[in-house]
């Protein structure tokens, strides 16, 4: 059995910054785990992806040079910091991961097996 539950969504005001947390309750092996973020009316989009082994990491261009994804393999964990947020990034942000899906999926969403369950961010003008 393999959980993800996110956390550290909120309300903030643009140009402020918030950390979200995700935390597999489950032991897994994942090869890529990624957050992904969907506002009302539009597709799911992919934010930021990392390979677990060796931490190699892929951004949105949306979010790039604002974002920084990371993970904590001893308490299995991954975390998407958010800077310089915009109302724009305003939407339900959710962590997702998969054991074997290879660098041509890790930026959709079809491929990954495991989801968290979302929380929400919004940013304020």
């Known amino acids: 059995q393999v959980q993800l539950v996110e956390s550290g969504g909120g309300l903030v005001q643009a140009g402020g910054s918030l950390r979200l947390s995700c935390v597999a309750s489950?032991?897994?092996?994942?090869?890529?785990a990624s957050w992904f973020r969907q506002a009302p009316g539009k597709e799911r989009e992919f934010v930021a992806g990392?390979?677990?082994?060796?931490?190699?990491?892929y951004y949105g261009d949306s979010v790039k040079g604002r974002f920084t994804i990371s993970r904590d393999s001893a308490k299995n964990t991954l975390y998407l910091q958010m800077n310089s947020l915009k109302p724009e990034d305003t939407a339900v942000y959710y962590c997702?991961?998969?054991?074997?899906?290879?660098?041509?999926?890790?930026?959709?969403?079809?491929?990954?097996?495991?989801w968290g369950q979302g929380t929400q961010v919004t940013v304020s003008s």
């Open positions: 990392i390979r677990w082994s060796g931490g190699h990491t």
């Open positions: 997702a991961a998969d054991p074997s899906i290879i660098l041509s999926e890790v930026r959709r969403q079809e491929g990954y097996a495991y």
């Open positions: 489950g032991r897994t092996t994942a090869r890529y």
